[in-house]
Structure formats: structure tokens, C-alpha cells
């Protein structure tokens, strides 16, 4: 769409927002347009569900969940990427 | 006060996700910042919160009212409205939106009128806002989510008390 309104969220400044959101640090105002955003964006909606989602495994995750050889593997992945930097 | 509230399907907060007991009271957490308390619709608010479930409520204690939603302390659901008919509003919108196209006849507002027809109901009624802006300026789109609450009041029989 073509013609934006001044108040107007777009999916780029939600997924900016999404954390201040999540942690209740948005100001009102902001938040009821975040939220006025997520009433006609079905894409954005997923996005913050798959948000929680994933706070809500990691919260659960614990090192000693990981046999040695997935912690080292995930390290080394980890350390590639950071190569490739 | 007397007043609505949009769910999702099985009575669930759309942002939240929360599911809002029948009939029991539903409060905020004491001491909360503005905003965080349980929030509803007069019926004006309504095209902005659009979702699968219309219900109405009873708000207790102090309302504040912001632009385009009320906030108390606490609620609790009274009974849904069953004639809430998604199809039916997109389908007026989208009627709104191709009317618009038809006048003016500009490429942007055939786009808008195809999306409309297309959207479900939220869509629908937020893009034939933004075809009223297209076609009449930034005041349309007040007025054209007026309308869309008057043919929510007209057609489902609401009355805020």
C-alpha cells in the first residue's frame, strides 16, 4: 500500500519494537499502535508468537541439557560464524 | 459500565493470550502502569480491534478512556454477540473501497479495492480507510471508521449503556 497514514506501524518497525514490547517498555502510545498493527498483519502476529515461543524454550534450556559432543559441535558452528564475520 | 470486547476464537486475548473466563471477573494487576489494565471497546473503537469474537462486557470501577480503547481495573464477559458476521463487514468494505475506485478511478485505488475484496474483515475495513485517505485526504479516514462502527451498531444491534 501505497499511502501511509503518519501513525502508522509498519512490519520493519515492528520487528525493531518487538523487544521493547515483549518487556512491556513500550509507551502507550506506541503500543496501541503496535498492537493496531498486529490486528491487520497476520505475518506480524506470527512473528511475536514465534517470539514467545522461543523465550519461553530458551527459558527452559540448561547447558547440562546438551550431551558433550552437541556443545561442542554448537560451538564450533558458533565459531565459524564468527570467522566468517 | 457496559461496554465490548474483541477475542479470538475460544475467548482468548488476541495479544495476551489470556483466556477470559464466562462470567468471572478478569483484573489487571494492582498497580500496573497506564495500559495495563483490561481493555474494551465503546463502540467507535471497534473497526480498530476487529477479530474473530464480539462480546460484550461489564466494566467495574473507574474507566479511562483513551482514543481507541477503554481501560479498567477490571471486567468480565456478559454474553457474545452471535450476529457478528466477519464476511458480511468485510464484504460492506470492500463495497466501500470499490465505490471509491469507481469514482476517482486512479491505479492506486483499484489496488486498494482489490485488496479489500481480498482481505478478511480487518483488512478490509483498515484498506478501505486508506482508500478514503487516497481519495478524500487524512481527515477520511476518521470518518470512514465511523461508519464502519455505525454499520457494527446498525447491523448487530449494540448499544453501549
Given at each position: 500500500?501505497?499511502?501511509r497514514l503518519?501513525?502508522?506501524?509498519?512490519c520493519?518497525?515492528?520487528v525493531?519494537a518487538i523487544?521493547?514490547?515483549l518487556?512491556?517498555?513500550?509507551?502507550?502510545p506506541?503500543?496501541?499502535?503496535f498492537?493496531q498493527?498486529?490486528?491487520?498483519?497476520?505475518?506480524?502476529?506470527?512473528?511475536?508468537?514465534?517470539?514467545r515461543?522461543?523465550?519461553?524454550?530458551?527459558?527452559?534450556?540448561?547447558?547440562n541439557?546438551?550431551?558433550?559432543?552437541?556443545?561442542?559441535?554448537l560451538v564450533?558452528?558458533?565459531?565459524?560464524?564468527?570467522?566468517k564475520k | 459500565?457496559?461496554?465490548?470486547?474483541?477475542?479470538?476464537?475460544g475467548?482468548v486475548?488476541?495479544?495476551?493470550?489470556?483466556r477470559?473466563?464466562?462470567?468471572?471477573?478478569?483484573?489487571a494487576?494492582?498497580g500496573?502502569p497506564?495500559?495495563?489494565g483490561?481493555?474494551?471497546c465503546?463502540i467507535?473503537?471497534?473497526p480498530?480491534?476487529?477479530?474473530?469474537?464480539?462480546?460484550?462486557?461489564?466494566?467495574?470501577?473507574?474507566?479511562?478512556?483513551?482514543?481507541t480503547?477503554l481501560e479498567a481495573r477490571r471486567?468480565r464477559?456478559?454474553?457474545?454477540?452471535?450476529?457478528?458476521?466477519?464476511?458480511?463487514?468485510?464484504?460492506?468494505c470492500?463495497?466501500r473501497a470499490?465505490?471509491?475506485?469507481a469514482?476517482?478511478?486512479?491505479?492506486e485505488?483499484?489496488?486498494?479495492?482489490?485488496l479489500?475484496?481480498n482481505g478478511?474483515?480487518?483488512?478490509?475495513?483498515?484498506v478501505a480507510a486508506v482508500a478514503?485517505?487516497a481519495?478524500?485526504?487524512t481527515?477520511?479516514?476518521?470518518?470512514?471508521?465511523a461508519?464502519?462502527?455505525?454499520?457494527?451498531?446498525?447491523?448487530?444491534?449494540?448499544?453501549?449503556?
Amino acid at each position: 500500500m501505497t499511502a501511509r497514514l503518519p501513525s502508522e506501524f509498519v512490519c520493519r518497525e515492528i520487528v525493531e519494537a518487538i523487544t521493547d514490547y515483549l518487556e512491556a517498555g513500550l509507551p502507550l502510545p506506541e503500543r496501541t499502535l503496535f498492537e493496531q498493527h498486529l490486528v491487520i498483519c497476520a505475518g506480524c502476529k506470527t512473528y511475536l508468537e514465534q517470539m514467545r515461543q522461543t523465550i519461553r524454550a530458551a527459558g527452559t534450556a540448561r547447558e547440562n541439557l546438551l550431551a558433550p559432543r552437541q556443545r561442542d559441535e554448537l560451538v564450533r558452528l558458533f565459531r565459524d560464524w564468527k570467522e566468517k564475520k | 459500565m457496559i461496554a465490548f470486547k474483541w477475542l479470538a476464537r475460544g475467548a482468548v486475548a488476541p495479544f495476551t493470550g489470556v483466556r477470559w473466563p464466562l462470567a468471572d471477573w478478569v483484573s489487571a494487576p494492582a498497580g500496573g502502569p497506564e495500559g495495563s489494565g483490561v481493555h474494551a471497546c465503546r463502540i467507535a473503537h471497534l473497526p480498530w480491534w476487529l477479530d474473530e469474537e464480539l462480546w460484550r462486557v461489564e466494566l467495574d470501577g473507574s474507566v479511562i478512556e483513551h482514543e481507541t480503547q477503554l481501560e479498567a481495573r477490571r471486567g468480565r464477559l456478559l454474553d457474545r454477540v452471535t450476529s457478528w458476521d466477519p464476511d458480511a463487514f468485510a464484504q460492506a468494505c470492500a463495497a466501500r473501497a470499490a465505490a471509491l475506485a469507481a469514482e476517482f478511478a486512479t491505479s492506486e485505488l483499484a489496488e486498494y479495492a482489490a485488496l479489500a475484496r481480498n482481505g478478511g474483515a480487518a483488512t478490509a475495513a483498515y484498506v478501505a480507510a486508506v482508500a478514503s485517505v487516497a481519495a478524500r485526504g487524512t481527515e477520511a479516514f476518521a470518518a470512514e471508521r465511523a461508519w464502519q462502527a455505525q454499520w457494527l451498531a446498525l447491523t448487530l444491534g449494540l448499544r453501549e449503556s
